[in-house]
């Protein structure tokens, strides 16, 4: 089945930008979810079909897809960003829901 | 707003069935285009997709579980269960039940069940 890579973690100062990549064999043709997840609670999604953002996400959340590589990108990092954020794609051949590694974002 | 909640024995026995129900308030499970869907995550560990029903009543699995998963309506009840065979401490973890929209993301979440596995 597919699978999904991020780095396990990142860390970022305070008002500066946090990338956080997600891999997989030509991810570009397919549509990337990222998710919040706070200690405890469950998964928010911040990004949809590639760079859409629901109601209620700050416009600091975006992200993109092409290639092999999705990314999704936090501006001006702020201490309530901290998280682990995980993609998640569609594998269309099984049709089940992907979901990568998980990245842990520290903010320093 | 939907809901959803997931109840069900929080300690297994190794070998024994693992079954958990989720509770969905907001929406009906049998008229709208959606995957009811449960993912799990193990403690200190990433999110696992395990299965879902689709509101028609057709079903799809994670390969590696397939052999193991029943996944089914109680469409009198508006609810949806899981049924996780032959548990190991490996299926120890964080039980959630959602609503995904079809081929696309997680809209609601449960707030999961931890259920543990033990001897």
């Known amino acids: 089945s597919y699978v999904l890579t991020q780095p396990p973690s990142v860390s970022v100062a305070p008002g500066e930008t946090a990338r956080i990549s997600c891999g997989g064999n030509?991810?570009?043709?397919?549509?990337v979810h990222w998710y919040q997840q706070k200690p405890g609670q469950a998964p928010v999604v911040v990004i949809y079909?590639?760079?859409d953002r629901p109601s209620g996400i700050p416009e600091r959340f975006s992200g993109s897809n092409s290639g092999n590589t999705a990314t999704l990108t936090i501006s001006r990092v702020e201490a309530g960003d901290e998280a682990d954020y995980y993609c998640?794609?569609?594998?269309?051949?099984?049709?089940?829901?992907?979901f990568g590694p998980g990245t842990k974002v520290t903010v320093l | 707003q939907v809901q959803l909640q997931e109840s069900g024995p929080g300690l297994v026995k190794p070998s024994e069935t693992l079954s958990l129900t989720c509770a969905v308030s907001?929406?009906?499970?049998?008229?709208?285009?959606?995957?009811w869907s449960w993912i799990r995550q193990s403690p200190g560990k990433g999110l696992e997709y395990i299965g879902h029903?689709?509101?028609?009543?057709?079903?799809s699995y994670n390969p590696s579980l397939k052999s193991r998963v029943t996944i089914s309506f109680d469409t009198s009840k508006n609810q949806f269960s899981l049924r996780l065979s032959s548990v190991t401490a490996a299926d120890t973890a964080v039980y959630h039940c959602?609503?995904?929209?079809?081929?696309?993301?997680?809209?609601?979440w449960g707030q999961g069940i931890l259920v543990t596995v033990y001897s």
């Open positions: 959602a609503r995904t929209t079809v081929v696309g993301p997680v809209d609601f």
């Open positions: 907001g929406d009906s499970v049998n008229s709208d285009p959606y995957y």
């Open positions: 029903i689709f509101y028609s009543g057709s079903t």
């Open positions: 030509n991810i570009g043709s397919k549509g």
């Open positions: 079909y590639d760079s």
């Open positions: 998640q794609v569609w594998d269309t051949n099984n049709d089940f829901g992907v």
